[in-house]
């Protein structure tokens, strides 16, 4: 690897200019062909052999007009009288007229008891009579659409929307869609965070280089990389099912990762050309070797986030995937966008100086007399402290970890602006917080005469639960072959009453009621399936956790051919994720400080978040990993003693480590200020953990660890060096053979 990387950093250089121009071309004109494509994002709750997707699986192949299920468009007077009065019941018919005559559009429902529904495309929903308030004051109009939501565009949902509320606007009524169909009429609000965590990634790249040249490029070459993998994903979203969250947490993990790349390489010429290195041939060897660590690394977190497709959850499956595509345009411009822009400035890369900072950073790359020596040299002469401390530390902060529990996003908690949340607020209000999370009943029929009786009795008997508030009369298909009806909870959905009531119809209620009959009933809809999802990650965290960890010991165990500097970094990386885990569990599930975040009590953990977190967590902290003990390694292979090469390799890679951590920090933290609380939850969880790992993990921990176990750092069984492929990360004894060729020439 280290031949090929040297090889591109030598071609970036000598044809600069056209990758620069590369680079243009393919931003702008990926950019330019994703925004004429627009997005097709769209949540899959797909999971198969569960419960909820039986449910799907029954109403597709039976039942096809309720398939697609139904989005309402939820009305509300405040001060227009009730909406039963002549005139607001004609807005109301003029909105349902104007829904059916969309091309889109299957079926509306008048909720207006005069208007008699249509029996065939009426929601289960309607056929309860619940579509409109006790008080009159609030009502919903059900939109069935002909396809599924996930072929509209954005554009389109929009179109769908205001063109059934213009009458009601009109007449003075509130407004707003839910379901499906509102969470796709929601175009992104503009988001300051992306703003406010690049305003102080460039603050921290200014104290660490004190030159406004050098603090500007990572973040130039981060851009074009994020945009780059935005515009993949919103291509992507056309021929593959592309999570909403996927944008979001793409534009997070990538421009985090791409700075800090970026930053790698950058410092390593740097440190380079001020030590007299000819500047063509420094940013080569500043590509191939620290550029091999950043691909190293990369390729860990890609690997990774790729291996969530294990756990065989659709939703899961595409976020990994799509977070793996922005790591890589990042690290694709972190080994050739950066150093084509290096050779363009030469040794301009330094100028724009900041005097005091420069003089600051000068000082602080001083690795045998800086604060960062006196603190490596301390850890070296008394490592136990350090280390009890800090494994005290993070056991205490993984405590919380044992109380988490999965749970759903909610919408309740999302900003109070948006038409989701608006519309969920206004049926909790007007009608109950279970309406916004109702629970579908699809059964299969066989005897059409007694399976009729069947149903009938089952709703009765789900009827009399004590979590239920009602249940629609049934809805059979014209063959008879199936029926769905529909379970209003009490509770909201992501509650644990309504989970358990899920449960009970699931284990109980549907056997007794259908045993020893033509009937087979499955459990569907969002809440149910959110609930099946979570259950599914349950079941696969532990087997999941199990792969990366391994993926990550073979690949430590091959770059530093050591059996120990793996393990303990598999050791050190689950207690650090634990801790992140721990923060979220007090913070979102417990509800601590939630108002300093945006957020009124408490929230659930929504359950794709721990095992995202866990593969992006585990695959950045290889990173300082191996940019920690490739120092410390290089320190030994030159002669130093194991106390003195720990202290050495900490010291020249902390500055880089902390900094580098303290961008991701700025990066994910500010997505704690996005309206979403998922986003927050990934935005607070994945500043926390780096924040934990980079210094109690790295500069604590490790090299406490590593001096106190000595020489046996770099034990290898003598049958698994002869097996093992001799690599190196940075490639010292490649470059070893090049000087000494060069010389003898």
């Known amino acids: 690897m280290t031949r090929g990387l040297y090889a591109l950093g030598r071609f970036c250089v000598r044809w600069r200019w056209p990758v620069v121009l590369a680079w243009v071309i393919i931003v702008v004109g990926v950019g330019a062909w994703a925004k004429s494509a627009g997005s097709q994002a769209s949540d899959s709750l797909k999971l198969p052999n569960t419960g909820s997707q039986e449910a799907v699986d029954v109403l597709d192949q039976r039942f096809p007009a309720q398939s697609n299920g139904s989005s309402p468009i939820v009305v509300h007077s405040n001060d227009k ?74 554009d389109e949902a929009i179109a769908i929307v205001e063109k059934t509320e213009a009458p009601l606007d009109a007449a003075g009524l509130e407004t707003a869609a839910g379901g499906d169909l509102g969470l796709k009429a929601t175009r992104p609000a503009s988001d300051t965070s992306v703003g406010i965590g690049v305003a102080a990634a460039l603050v921290v790249l200014l104290v660490t280089f004190g030159s406004a040249v050098s603090m500007v490029l990572p973040i130039i ?45 950058l410092s390593r010429h740097r440190e380079q050309i001020a030590g007299g290195m000819d500047l063509h041939e420094s940013i080569a060897r500043s590509v191939a070797t620290s550029g091999a660590a950043v691909v190293f690394a990369g390729a860990t977190v890609i690997l990774a986030l790729c291996s969530l497709a294990l756990a065989q959850i659709p939703i899961v499956t595409g976020l990994g995937f799509m977070s793996a595509v922005a790591v890589v345009t990042a690290m ?98 007007g009608f109950g917080e279970g309406v916004n999370g109702p629970v579908i009943i699809a059964a299969k029929l066989t005897q059409p005469k007694t399976d009729d009786a069947t149903i009938e009795k089952l709703s009765k008997t789900i009827a009399t639960d004590k979590d239920v508030v009602s249940v629609a009369p049934p809805l059979f298909n014209a063959q008879r072959t199936a029926a769905v009806f529909t379970v ?41 399936a959110y609930i099946d999802i979570a259950t599914g990650i349950a079941d696969s965290l532990p087997r999941m956790i199990l792969i990366v960890v391994a993926l990550s010991f073979a690949l430590l165990l091959i770059a530093f051919r050591s059996v120990l500097v793996p393990l303990q970094a598999a050791f050190m990386n689950l207690l650090g994720v634990a801790a992140s885990y721990g923060m ?48 410390i390694q290089e320190e030994h292979e030159q002669g130093a003693d194991n106390e003195t090469a720990v202290a050495r390799g900490l010291s020249r890679s902390a500055r880089v480590i902390t900094s580098a951590a303290l961008i991701m920090v700025c990066v994910f933290g500010s997505f704690v200020l996005n309206d979403d609380p998922t986003v927050k939850q990934f935005g607070l969880g ?13 500069c604590l921990l490790v090299p406490a660890l590593m001096v106190i176990i000595g020489k046996k750092n770099w034990w290898l069984p003598k049958w698994m060096a002869k097996i093992l492929p001799k690599a190196s990360i940075e490639g010292t004894e490649y470059f070893k053979r090049l000087d000494a060729e060069r010389a003898a020439k």
């Open 686 to 698: 994945l500043a926390f953990a780096v924040a934990i790992d980079a210094t109690v993990v790295r």
């Open 81 to 154: 009288g009730d909406l039963t009065s002549p005139a607001n019941s004609a807005a109301i018919a003029k909105a349902v007229a104007a829904a059916k005559s969309s091309p889109s559009v299957l079926s509306a429902v008048n909720p207006i008891p005069a208007v008699p529904p249509d029996p065939v495309a009426v929601t289960a929903a309607a056929a309860a009579g619940a579509m409109l308030s006790k008080d009159k004051k609030t009502a919903l109009i059900p939109l069935t659409l002909k396809d599924s939501i996930v072929v509209y565009t954005v």
């Open 221 to 265: 070459t981060a851009a074009a990389g994020i945009a780059t993998g935005l515009s993949i994903i919103t291509l992507l979203s056309h021929v593959t099912s592309v999570p909403t969250a996927a944008p979001t947490l793409a534009v997070m993990i990538g421009l985090g990762v791409g700075i800090d790349y970026s930053l790698f390489v």
């Open 584 to 631: 979220l569990v007090a913070v979102f599930q417990w509800g601590w400080a939630t108002d300093l975040i945006g957020l009124q009590g408490m929230v659930p953990i929504v359950s794709f978040v721990p095992l995202m977190m866990f593969a992006i967590l585990f695959g950045l902290s290889m990173d300082y990993e191996v940019f920690l003990v490739s120092h």
């Open 332 to 429: 694709l411009s972190a080994i050739t966008l950066l150093p084509a822009a290096m050779g363009i400035l030469g040794h301009r890369v330094d100028s724009l100086r900041l005097p005091w900072l420069h003089r600051r950073s000068a000082r602080a790359a001083d690795h045998d007399s800086g604060g960062w020596a006196r603190w490596a040299r301390g850890i070296g002469r008394h490592p136990w402290p350090p280390m009890l401390a800090a494994v005290a530390i993070l056991l205490v902060l993984s405590i919380p970890t044992l109380s988490m529990v999965l749970g759903q996003p909610d919408t309740a908690a999302g900003p109070k602006s948006s038409d989701s949340t608006r519309a969920y607020d206004l049926v909790a209000a």
């Open 488 to 528: 209003t909870p009490k509770s909201a959905p992501p509650s644990q009453a309504t989970q358990d009531l899920v449960e009970r119809l699931r284990s109980t209620v549907i056997p007794g009621a259908t045993k020893g009959t033509g009937v087979t009933a499955y459990v569907g809809g969002a809440t149910a």
